[in-house]
């Protein structure tokens, strides 16, 4: 019983340290998608910036990255009994359409057997790639990709 009383005592107090913030809660928020304004201050959304809708493919900038969209896929509809995306990029509709057909390996399961049509885990096209949108990014990024890496120390290596 005297172990109880202590035990008991630092649960009924758990509520009072937890409700004490050490920060203000009236601080600047974090400058990022939604600039200005505190931490509790509940801002609107920025709206969201149009999709791309150029039909040119991206350069992608390293190995097994997947394709971006090149297109607006607005009103697409992605689910369990339909996927619009396979009305023109499936094998048997991407020559009449002229788009490029999805890669070989959407058609085959973990184990590597191939499948008549697209594997399950394969279906949900924008799991994977995603459509683009002109805007400036939110921070920095000083990503280079291989072959610009590659060139720069073969030039430094040069005497």
């Known amino acids: 019983m005297k172990r109880l009383i202590p035990f008991l005592l630092l649960l009924l107090g758990l509520p009072l340290l937890a409700a004490q913030p050490d920060y203000p809660l009236d601080a600047p928020a974090p400058d990022g998608r ?3 304004g505190t931490i509790s201050q509940d801002r609107p959304a920025p709206p969201l910036a149009p999709e791309e809708n150029k039909d040119i493919r991206r350069e992608r900038a390293y190995p097994e990255q ?6 607006t896929i607005a009103g697409y509809r992605i689910d369990t009994n339909s996927n619009k995306c396979l009305s023109c990029h499936s094998r048997a509709n991407s020559a009449k359409v002229q788009a490029p057909m999805i890669s070989i390996t959407h058609y085959m399961d973990r184990d590597g057997q191939v499948l008549a049509s697209v ?13 683009q949108e002109d805007v400036k990014p939110l921070v920095g990024n000083s990503f280079e990709d291989i072959d610009s ?11």
């Open 34 to 36: 939604r600039p200005g």
């Open 66 to 71: 997947p394709p971006t969209i090149p297109h």
């Open 119 to 131: 594997a399950p885990r394969r279906y949900f096209c924008v799991q994977c790639h995603v459509p």
């Open 149 to 159: 890496i590659l060139k720069r120390d073969a030039a430094a290596s040069k005497p």
